[in-house]
């Protein structure tokens, strides 16, 4: 039993400050849609859905930092991989969302061909676009703050931060 809590400890370690930062930006970005949104608008994601996709994506970022292609410029700049890991990444936040999107969609009208094109227009809107830029640009500071940490080393950045 405490190999798996060992494990647990490990895998909370790893993921709690992907899931807090993710957590914060996503209900940040999901506060400022509804302000733009119409009051008449349609909501189909909640505070607690975006809290569940900063958890997905907490995990989606260990699992994608065990594959043994993301850090593939070992001896390069800290700007490649911080490029290459932010190109896999993005691709992770736009499936993660466009497939809550769809739950959200079929929920509301159980006919998957409706949700289906529902969805495609909704990839068109301004809301949307704003959307993912907002998470693009977040996800870029993340991976640029944990490249830098790592490059650095935890110690001396917490030194840097607040001295002695």
């Not at 970022?61 to 700049?77: D, Q």
């Not at 079929?106 to 061909?113: A, L, R």
Request: glycine share 2%; charged share 10%.
């Amino acid at each position: 039993m405490s190999g798996k809590m060992t494990w647990l400890k490990k895998e909370i370690r790893l993921t709690l400050p992907a899931i807090i930062y993710f957590m914060l930006a996503f209900n940040f970005i999901h506060f400022t849609m509804n302000l733009v949104r119409s009051p008449f608008d349609h909501h189909y994601t909640s505070y607690l859905s975006m809290s569940i996709d900063a958890l997905i994506m907490g995990k989606v970022i260990i699992i994608s930092n065990s594959l043994p292609f993301i850090n593939a410029f070992p001896r390069k700049p800290l700007i490649y991989n911080i490029s290459w890991k932010f190109m896999i990444y993005a691709v992770f936040v736009f499936l993660l969302w466009s497939i809550d999107s769809m739950l959200h969609l079929m929920k509301h009208y159980n006919i998957f061909n409706i949700a289906w094109n529902q969805f495609l227009h909704s990839l068109t809107t301004p809301i949307f676009m704003a959307s993912i830029l907002w998470v693009w640009v977040l996800l870029a500071v993340y991976v640029t703050c944990d490249e830098i940490l790592t490059a650095v080393g935890k110690k001396k950045i917490m030194q840097l931060l607040f001295g002695n």
